[in-house]
């Protein structure tokens, strides 16, 4: 188990588990300043039901390997949303169709998105700050 891991740290590994399954348009919003709900949301798609599926498995495992249960997860069945709850990361794995229709990138758009440049499934230890028109840009250095 890994103690005190920051957000980013938590996003970091979600990221790496969801590019593990080919996970398609992931997007990192910091939605602190704008609610209390948690800190972050990661959002992905999958071509299919079961690739939706598959990403959501691989983040599940993985986040569980490294000691973090998710509280609470929803939508599986159907594998057209699947919402996995980490408390303070959200992550929501959406069917491309099913992400188009509710746009929550529209609903989260004014907060700042988080970018990581790196493949590698180990948390970042120095990383680079960039600041970009809608967001921070991490680059692993490590």
Request: net charge neutral; hydrophobic share 40%.
């Amino acid at each position: 188990m890994i103690d005190k891991l920051t957000i980013k740290d938590k996003a970091f590994l979600s990221y790496n588990f969801a590019v593990d399954k080919k996970a398609l348009n992931i997007v990192i919003f910091d939605i602190r300043r704008y609610t209390s709900i948690a800190d972050a949301f990661l959002i992905c798609s999958g071509t299919s039901s079961r690739h939706v599926q598959a990403i959501a498995d691989a983040v599940e495992e993985g986040m569980r390997e490294k000691g973090i249960r998710s509280h609470h997860r929803e939508g599986y069945e159907t594998g057209k949303w699947i919402l996995l709850d980490y408390v303070d990361l959200v992550v929501h794995i959406f069917h491309e169709e099913t992400r188009r229709f509710y746009n929550l990138e529209r609903l989260w758009g004014d907060a700042e998105s988080i970018v990581f440049d790196s493949g590698e499934d180990t948390i970042h230890k120095e990383t680079v700050i960039h600041k970009q028109k809608r967001g921070i840009r991490l680059i692993d250095k490590g």
